[in-house]
């Protein structure tokens, strides 16, 4: 018979683990990210990603979500195996009002329900968690031990580490255990571990840091540590953690007194209908997966398993269908086509020519090191239904990289005859799936410098591609290109409007309907009430849309505008000039400025030309107004027919 698992409450220092999980949590709960998807959502998202970074071979991963009603003496086997009257007291001991202290007294309460909700998950046709317990580079101690720790293998979905702290979140217990078989140690049987992030404490006079750790008793240095132990699938079985019916290595994890922390709607065992849970967890793979889902790289099931009975309750499979059939079928098509201007219709655009930069770190590994070079992005779309207008994530952007997962749903424009669409967009090696072009051709060599990129620029969320994260600031050359990356969903919307979804070609002389969609003013372009006496002098500059066009020819916008001075106190005044491409967040990349011809007296002012990206107006207290034209071209590579701009000083 298996000797007892036994938990181990040590400090930090001893169980070698890094401080911080508290804050990870943090960051999911309370994170911009939560406004868009629940946590059950983001708990999805980092399993599934984590199996298919962790895939064998060509063939799927298979990840299955088991909600467990445990009852009766399976109830009181579990409890039994996984040491709970050693944990109790630890738990019990944590005092205050602060979130991790209440969630702690649910969860007390929850064990001593009749019913033990638990959430198994469990994946397949992966690595398992392989290396000894102290490899800073193992699986197992990445995903149990460690905090904000990932690998740096590349193509992987995570760059952070931080994702696996929501698992821990679904717990009232904030503890998880897990089981695994790992690649090329079957014989040894299932590693078996666990792990608690309760938070400091005393108990009977005694003070604990954070943590404890589930598993065969040891010492490291004088100090008591808790090893993985190697069971077979009967010894594991009372922990739910047997494994049984799955094929293959794989890793199960399971959260005791399961619950979800942002929602209230929950029945008599602290849950909402078991059924609609389980149906909700399959949706939301097939929501931010269905890209990993179509290239058969992952399959999702989830179930619903009670005690005393031999077969699921319920059952369900993660589908690509229905609400995400169009963002595939945009996903497929080939660009060059005519537009997509009725339900049904889809198109597809090469964005040719995106900046990808110098990448001048790690050092240590050239083979990663890459000039500045150039990429192109898939952008696909579908018109849907106009009733479907009120589905989930129409008229959005499907944001996808090569890991197979949904970055985000970026919010498209609303199109002027009414209609919705499904549109995607794709990069890095996520255009290996993509219908072959000319252009994607002549830069596929160049599609996994592009995954990197793009990896690199993601937040801890995942959910977004910004200029502004450590790893793309400390691993590129990135001056000079951030401005197009943080334009990019802007310019997407631009081209959707502008060619995908539309069939009015602008004329070559386009002038004040266009440019209203493309130019937003700045507080210049408001109108200015007649200044008072006394006032203060200041200058400001008036675009005039109707004097303006898009020069074809030239490959730009042909402003008109007018220099104006208000005030009539004394002195001189003075203002700037500068146009950016409409970015999201942060400023866009600059506009240059040529051309300039001033229609009138150039008495009384004085221009400077700042790098040919702004212009500096000065004048004095002669100066009363005076017309103007340039020319206002994008930087390379925007297309300045579709990317709208914003005026500056």
Not at 331 to 341: D, I, T, V
Request: charged residues 25%; hydrophobic residues 35%.
């Amino acid at each position: 018979m298996a000797a007892q698992l036994t938990w181990v409450t040590t400090p930090a220092l001893g169980q070698g683990r890094s401080s911080g999980g508290s804050a990870a949590a943090e960051l999911f709960e309370g994170g911009g990210s939560q406004r868009r998807r629940t946590l059950l959502e983001t708990l999805v998202r980092e399993i599934c990603q984590n199996s298919t970074d962790q895939r064998l071979g060509r063939k799927a991963a298979e990840v299955c979500f088991d909600l467990i009603l445990l009852r009766g003496q399976e109830r009181d086997a579990f409890l039994s195996a996984m040491n709970w009257e050693a944990l109790r007291p630890h738990l019990a001991a944590v005092r205050g009002g602060g979130g991790a202290a209440l969630t702690l007294r649910a969860g007390l309460e929850a064990m001593e329900a009749e019913t033990l909700v638990c959430l198994r998950i469990s994946d397949s046709g992966t690595t398992g968690l392989s290396g000894d317990d102290w490899d800073e580079e193992g699986n197992f101690r990445r995903l149990c031990v460690q905090n904000f720790s990932t690998g740096e293998e590349t193509g992987r979905g995570g760059s952070f580490g931080l994702g696996k702290a929501v698992s821990w979140m679904h717990s009232r217990l904030l503890t998880v255990l897990f089981s695994s078989s790992v690649q090329g140690m079957e014989d040894r049987g299932l590693r078996v571990f666990g792990r608690s992030e309760l938070p400091a404490h005393e108990l009977d006079g005694e003070a604990f840091l954070d943590g404890a750790y589930l598993g065969a008793a040891a010492e490291r240095d004088g100090i008591p540590v808790a090893l993985s132990d190697w069971r077979s699938a009967e010894a594991v079985c009372p922990l739910q953690l047997d494994r049984g019916g799955l094929r293959g290595c794989g890793t199960s994890l399971l959260i005791p007194a399961f619950h979800e922390p942002d929602r209230d709607d929950v029945g008599s065992l602290g849950i909402r209908e078991p059924e609609e849970l389980c149906r909700d967890l399959t949706e939301a793979a097939a929501k931010w997966f269905w890209p990993a889902i179509s290239w058969g790289r992952l399959k999702v099931r989830s179930r619903v398993l009670v005690s005393g009975e031999s077969r699921a309750s319920f059952e369900s499979r993660s589908e690509v269908s229905g609400l995400w059939a169009p963002f595939l079928a945009a996903s497929r098509m080939e660009p060059g086509g005519e537009p997509a201007l009725v339900p049904g219709d889809s198109a597809a655009i090469d964005i040719t020519g995106f900046p990808l930069p110098r990448r001048i770190q790690p050092a240590e590994r050239p083979e990663l090191l890459h000039p500045a070079l150039a990429t192109l992005i898939r952008v696909g779309v579908t018109r849907v239904s106009p009733s479907e207008a009120c589905l989930p994530c129409r008229s959005t952007i499907a944001m996808i990289r090569g890991a197979g997962m949904v970055v985000d749903y970026a919010e498209g424009l609303r199109l002027q005859d009414g209609g919705s669409y499904c549109a995607v967009a794709l990069v890095g090696s996520a255009l290996n799936h993509t219908p072959p072009s000319e252009e994607l051709e002549n830069c596929r060599e160049f599609a996994g410098d592009a995954e990197e990129y793009f990896r690199a620029a993601e937040p801890v969320t995942h959910d977004d591609w910004l200029p502004t994260t450590r790893r793309l600031r400390e691993s590129y050359d990135w001056r000079g290109s951030s401005g197009r990356l943080r334009g990019l969903r802007s310019e997407i919307r631009q081209l959707l409007q502008l060619r995908l979804l539309s069939d009015d070609e602008p004329a070559p002389d386009a002038g004040p309907e266009l440019l209203m969609r493309m130019l937003s003013l700045g507080d210049g372009g408001a109108p200015v009430a007649a200044a008072a006496r006394g006032e203060k002098p200041r200058l400001e500059v008036r675009v005039d849309r109707e004097g303006s066009w898009f020069d074809r020819e030239r490959g730009g916008w042909s402003l008109q505008g007018e220099l104006i001075r208000y005030g009539r106190a004394e002195g001189p005044a003075t203002v700037g000039l500068s146009f950016r491409s409409i970015a999201d967040s942060g400023q866009g990349d600059c506009w240059r400025i040529s051309g300039m011809e001033i229609h009138g007296s150039e008495k009384n002012l004085n221009m400077d030309n700042i790098d040919g990206r702004r212009l500096l107006f000065s004048v004095d207290s002669g100066f009363s107004a005076v017309p103007f034209r340039c020319l206002v071209s994008p930087p390379g590579g925007v297309d300045p027919a579709l990317t709208g701009f914003r005026q500056g000083g």
